[in-house]
C-alpha cells in the first residue's frame, strides 16, 4: 500500500525509482498501481514524472 500523505509518497516514489526501477512503468507494474492515478496524486501536489532522470520533480 503505497502512502496517501503526497510529500511521504513523493519521496517513496523516487526512492524506489531510483534504488529499484528502470522505470515509472516498472514501478507501477511491480507495485500494482495505477500509473495515471499515481500522476495524477503528485501533480495535484506539485510534482511532475521526469522519465530522463527517472524521478518525479
Known sequence: M?????VILFSYVNTQLRD??????DFC???NVDRTELCNALRE???EYDSQAN???
Open 20 to 25: 529499484r526501477h528502470i522505470g515509472l512503468d
Open 45 to 47: 501536489a506539485g510534482f
Open 29 to 31: 507494474a511491480e507495485e
Open 55 to 57: 524521478r518525479f520533480v
Open 2 to 6: 503505497l502512502p496517501r500523505d503526497p
